[in-house]
């Protein structure tokens, strides 16, 4: 029963001092209004005859807002009264256009939609949680409600990375385009990789002149190089107990993720293979790159749903899923934290077999609080005591750094906001160097 | 292809059964455990209106036959009745103890007469209700109730009691129904064992433990209970197999004698309201106000009560927010900074600073790493225009003795290293 119910049982009782037998009265308007709240009840739209249906966006980057509307089809022959309350994980920032409260009216047959709007406040998977619909009856006194009736609509919001780096990108793309020689504006191509053979040119370096195709053809002719191409690239993130570490607003994970994302955008316009391995005591995600032109977007689809987990990453599975995975020599980008207990014991032992086969490169973000401690004026004791440990952390971190080095492992550790151009500046120098 | 595994999910919201069984099962069990202790509490605590509860017959636990043993073995002779009719009768001329260990038994019309007993006689009641107290006009009321009969000594509460029975028995188990009297009564184990002179003299016990074949041997019972009933005078041991029909005759009270002295009554009037036990109490609050009113009241009560009917019914369950690990920054850092300053680690400390500042130090000035301390002083404080002397106490100076020092050293270092290198930009890709 609604409130309606209360409020005319209560509004009733002024009659009393009129009856003769006052507690009759109670007792005859009492069942009264039961029997009213029972005849609405009866009245009301059944809830079996509702079938709930969703429509809408599947998918919405971070600091968009999506619309998913939500169809109330009544197929029953009452007209349907109801509350409607769609509720979604509180991180999906939901908006319903209609009000919880409000009551809808669908006639018989008819279809309602009911259009939500959602501003996630997190990256990730929001998934809609529950529907309840209130079926009020045609006097609102008594209502039928239950749960699990109509069944809730599955739908999940995935709610991808920002992406902030992507305005690196056109500064990025154009050093790519001057190391593969396609703009002329600083000269031809570099690279190792043969492409083809030309006439000699007044200015072309004599070093690249084949002698031996030149005795062929009667005419001077120079090999071109350029860049690799089909080279492999792997991202590894590190969602392992480091990655939850809150560097400034956001976890060390949506910074790798970044910097994971302008990586793979800029090695799939320069045609290279991208993979993307995420895992800490398991595998969480893997893309495998075959198809180019939906790669960054499989990638982000892929990344979206991760999370960081509060467990020691297995750094031997990785080390075991990179050698199992990948045959062919490949730029190893390892996204993780530059931290001598995590890396001294996890990966420090299977970094010689991994470096073997593999380019690695370790791409850490590193604490801004650190630094800040280190390079404060101390005031207090305590900043004392915080400073001792901060470059004690910093020297643990040097130590890690020199013995990734010595097993040729390249180390960028930049901080948060710019290790995603530092790992392409990385990638492009080594692509540059014909490194990879 | 693309394989995405879903990373750890929060489990299922639980079935309406699984929800049904967390919300029964805690008060469940509760109920249970508090019934099952009543249950027991129950079947352990003697009935008195059992037939064979207290009889000098009776050899099982409830019984009174090691009692009617161990008061034969003191010569005391003792008259078994059924009725309390008889048992007045056979109480004779001379003075007598009637033990009445089932008072609740006897009918209210024949209670008043219970008292009217020769001089010097005793009246002994066994955990008497307040209903028999009243029926016996005695200035007693039943006051806090035990949950389980605990042995007490006679004096438990100030030294009142001058009962030499009780002084005599020391420690018995009798505190179970205390009562509270005026003051001239005899008060015993803190106010469970009452004597008051009411005509006869009366004594009120809160316990049957002492009088039971099973506790009768426990601390000084027997030596209490045979107190109470010997005493020279022949016992009259009233029995009643179950509740005591109405009585027929006028006439109940047995003709006192000569020297028995009538129930001093305090008016009339309690003895015509005894005649209706339960009495007609009427609130005049029912009368300030129409019953309209009191129909309003209940009415608004039942509106109440639909609104919170309506109120408890909740559009939907509350939507739990699967929250994301978080791991505060340097948390691990900031940590053992605070374990060396409670460890007074002072020395690691400053060691750790001296040496991160030697570390910027040195490249700056390109000293080899195993340049000799008074060298590398003497070249820093060239370069920084300071005391060389104080420069060598700066960086392989002795360890700080308190905070203070430390505190002073490390502004010291700061600046030191200030001056001659600027801090190290973090972050070049290397």
């Not at chain 2, 009725?83 to 260990?101: I, W």
């Not at chain 2, 000569?258 to 005894?274: C, F, H, I, V």
């Amino acid at each position: 029963m609604t409130w309606r119910a209360g409020l005319l049982l209560a509004a009733s009782a002024a009659t009393l001092p009129a009856w003769p037998a006052p507690f009759l009265g109670v007792a005859v308007l009492t069942a009264a209004v039961l029997l009213l709240v029972a005849l609405d009840w009866t009245l009301a739209a059944p809830l079996h005859g509702i079938t709930a249906t969703r429509a809408g966006d599947r998918a919405v980057r971070l600091g968009g807002t999506a619309t998913v509307t939500l169809h109330l089809a009544n197929a029953s022959a009452r007209t349907l009264r109801a509350q409607v309350r769609d509720a979604w994980v509180p991180s999906a920032g939901a908006r319903p256009d209609v009000p919880t409260g409000r009551v809808l009216t669908v006639g018989p047959g008819g279809t309602a939609a009911l259009p939500v709007r959602l501003t996630p406040a997190r990256r990730g998977d929001r998934p809609a949680v529950a529907l309840t619909v209130r079926s009020l009856g045609p006097l609102r006194l008594a209502f039928r409600q239950r749960a699990g009736h109509p069944a809730t609509p599955p739908w999940t919001l995935r709610v991808l990375p920002r992406f902030d780096s992507r305005r690196h990108l056109p500064e990025k793309l154009a050093r790519l385009r001057i190391i593969d020689g396609v703009q002329v504006t600083r000269g031809r191509g570099h690279g190792t990789e043969f492409d083809t053979l030309r006439e000699y040119v007044v200015g072309d370096d004599v070093r690249s002149i084949d002698w031996r195709a030149s005795a062929r053809r009667s005419d001077v002719l120079v090999r071109t190089w350029r860049p690799e191409r089909d080279r492999r690239l792997v991202c590894v993130l590190d969602t392992g107990r480091t990655s939850a570490v809150r560097l400034g607003d956001e976890p060390r994970l949506d910074t790798a993720i970044d910097a994971a994302l302008l990586l793979t955008a800029l090695a799939a316009r320069a045609g290279d293979r991208v993979d993307l391995l995420a895992a800490d005591t398991a595998v969480r995600a893997r893309v495998t790159g075959s198809g180019r032109p939906a790669l960054l977007a499989r990638l982000v689809d892929a990344v979206a749903p991760l999370q960081p987990a509060l467990v020691e990453t297995d750094f031997e599975l990785i080390a075991g899923e990179v050698l199992r995975r990948e045959r062919q020599r490949s730029l190893v980008v390892l996204f993780t934290a530059l931290e001598a207990g995590a890396l001294g014991e996890g990966l420090l032992p299977v970094l010689p077999r991994l470096a073997a086969r593999h380019r690695v490169v370790l791409a850490a973000t590193h604490d801004p609080v650190l630094a800040g401690l280190t390079t404060a004026p101390p005031t207090g004791p305590d900043d004392a005591y915080a400073a001792a440990a901060a470059w004690r952390a910093l020297a643990e971190r040097d130590r890690v750094r020199a013995a990734l080095s010595r097993h040729g492992v390249t180390v960028v550790d930049a901080p948060a906001d710019r290790l995603a151009p530092a790992v392409a500046d990385t990638y492009l120098r080594l692509k540059s160097l014909g490194q990879l | 292809m693309t394989a995405t595994l879903d990373p750890v999910r929060p489990a299922a919201p639980p079935a309406p059964r699984r929800r049904w069984h967390r919300m029964l099962v805690p008060p469940g069990l509760a109920v249970l455990l508090i019934v099952t202790t009543l249950v027991l509490h129950a079947v352990d605590q003697p009935d008195p209106t059992d037939r064979g509860f207290l009889s000098p017959v009776a050899t099982g636990d409830d019984g009174g036959s090691r009692l009617a043993e161990a008061l034969r073995e003191q010569g005391v002779p003792i008259r078994r009745e059924t009725d309390v009719r008889e048992a007045l009768r056979a109480a004779g001329p001379g003075p007598v103890t009637l033990f009445v260990p089932a008072p609740e038994l006897v009918h209210p019309h024949t209670l008043a007469a219970l008292t009217v007993l020769p001089g010097g006689s005793r009246l002994v009641l066994v955990e008497p209700s307040r209903r028999v107290l009243t029926g016996l006009a005695l200035p007693l009321e039943p006051t806090d109730r035990r949950w389980a009969t605990r042995a007490v000594p006679p004096d438990a509460d100030g030294p009142s009691c001058r009962l030499p029975e009780a002084l005599r028995a020391g420690t018995a188990a009798v505190d179970h129904q205390r009562y509270a009297g005026p003051s001239p009564a005899d008060r015993c184990y803190a106010g469970a064992l009452h004597r008051i002179s009411w005509g006869a003299e009366v004594v009120v016990i809160g316990a049957s433990d002492p009088f039971r074949n099973d506790r009768i041997d426990e601390w000084g019972n027997r030596s209490l209970a045979t107190g109470l009933l010997g005493a020279n005078r022949p016992l009259v041991w009233l029995d009643l197999p179950g509740p005591e029909p109405a009585p027929t005759g006028p006439s109940l009270s047995p003709t006192p004698d000569g020297d028995g002295t009538p129930l001093p009554r305090r008016s009339g009037e309690r003895a015509d309201d005894r005649a209706d036990p339960p009495p007609n109490w009427h609130n005049p609050l029912w009368d300030a106000f129409p019953p309209w009113f009191w129909a309003v009241l209940a009415q608004l009560a039942v509106a109440g009560l639909l609104l919170v009917l309506w109120r408890a019914r909740r559009l939907g369950p509350p939507v739990p927010e699967p929250l994301p690990v978080t791991v505060q920054s340097a948390e691990t850092v900031l940590g053992r900074a605070r374990l060396y300053r409670r460890a007074g680690a002072r020395d690691t400390a400053a060691a750790t600073l001296r040496a991160a500042a030697l570390d910027r130090l040195l490249p700056r000035l390109n000293l080899p790493a195993d340049t000799p301390p008074d060298e590398v002083a003497a070249r820093v404080a060239a370069h920084a225009g300071a005391d060389p002397e104080r420069v060598a106490e700066l960086l392989h100076g002795a360890a700080p003795e308190d905070d203070r020092e430390l505190l002073e050293l490390a502004r010291e270092l700061d600046a030191l290293t200030r001056t001659l290198a600027p801090h190290p930009t973090e972050g070049d890709p290397r």
